[in-house]
């Protein structure tokens, strides 16, 4: 949660959306996880997508108040992957997903991002940002540079801010309990390494 938010027993553990109504009270993701993006357009019309570029405010958020790190999760199929790292930063088209049997998932779109990047209302995309951080905690953003119809002129969207940390201050952790309750984890202090390999 971000410093100075509301405590973690303001979220009922029984409502089952208590991750959704902590980031929208202000909360960010601790160390990596994903965003997905919808593209459309509207009817009768066709978007391209030009380009894709991370926005990262340069001075770094304070450590959060308190860290809820109930583990799991999982994610639907999409249709394009990207990594982020915010330490770097860097943006890493993947490209497709693959299901697990290993085949790719049906209707993915493997052409790059750019001017045959296209979208309709029958035909939209989901985009999958990866996004990692081990050293600080970041206020991030998606610049998004599309074009209707062919049209010359340029447009941008940016979807955002969303918040992403991975510096702690003697923060106190907690996991999920027994019963719909939220059990203490210990607690984390500096940065946070993950225990596994940033993307840089």
Same mark, same amino acid.
């Given at each position: 949660?971000?410093?100075?938010?509301?405590?973690?027993?303001?979220?009922?553990?029984?409502?089952?959306?208590?991750?959704?109504?902590?980031?929208?009270?202000?909360?960010?993701?601790?160390?990596?996880?994903?965003?997905?993006?919808d593209l459309t357009a509207p009817p009768q019309k066709t978007m391209r997508?030009?380009?894709?570029?991370?926005?990262?405010?340069?001075?770094?958020?304070p450590p959060p108040s308190w860290i809820y790190s109930p583990g799991g999760?999982?994610?639907?199929?999409?249709?394009?992957?990207?990594?982020?790292?915010?330490?770097?930063?860097?943006?890493?088209?993947?490209?497709?997903?693959?299901?697990?049997?290993?085949?790719?998932?049906?209707?993915?779109?493997?052409?790059?991002?750019?001017? !045959?990047?296209?979208? /309709?209302?029958? %035909?939209?995309? &989901?985009?999958?940002?990866?996004? +990692? *951080?081990?050293?600080?905690?970041?206020?991030?953003?998606?610049?998004?540079?599309?074009?209707?119809?062919?049209?010359?002129?340029?447009?941008?969207?940016?979807?955002?801010?969303?918040?992403?940390?991975?510096?702690?201050?003697? !923060?106190?952790?907690? /996991?999920?309990? %027994?019963?719909? &309750?939220?059990?203490?984890?210990? +607690? *984390?202090?500096?940065?946070?390494?993950?225990?596994?390999?940033?993307?840089?």
């Amino acid at each position: 949660m971000i410093n100075g938010g509301p405590a973690i027993k303001t979220f009922p553990m029984n409502s089952g959306n208590e991750r959704e109504k902590m980031i929208d009270a202000g909360a960010g993701v601790w160390e990596k996880g994903f965003l997905y993006l919808d593209l459309t357009a509207p009817p009768q019309k066709t978007m391209r997508i030009l380009n894709l570029r991370p926005l990262i405010d340069k001075t770094s958020l304070p450590p959060p108040s308190w860290i809820y790190s109930p583990g799991g999760g999982c994610g639907g199929p999409v249709s394009r992957v990207f990594e982020l790292g915010l330490d770097t930063p860097s943006l890493k088209d993947t490209g497709v997903q693959e299901s697990e049997d290993g085949k790719p998932v049906p209707d993915t779109r493997s052409d790059p991002i750019g001017p !045959t990047f296209s979208v /309709t209302k029958d %035909e939209p995309a &989901t985009l999958r940002f990866d996004v +990692s *951080a081990c050293k600080a905690n970041y206020q991030w953003s998606i610049e998004i540079t599309y074009s209707i119809d062919g049209d010359l002129g340029r447009h941008t969207f940016v979807s955002g801010p969303y918040r992403t940390m991975a510096f702690a201050d003697k !923060t106190k952790m907690y /996991t999920y309990g %027994e019963n719909n &309750t939220y059990a203490e984890a210990g +607690s *984390a202090d500096g940065p946070s390494g993950g225990g596994w390999t940033c993307v840089n």
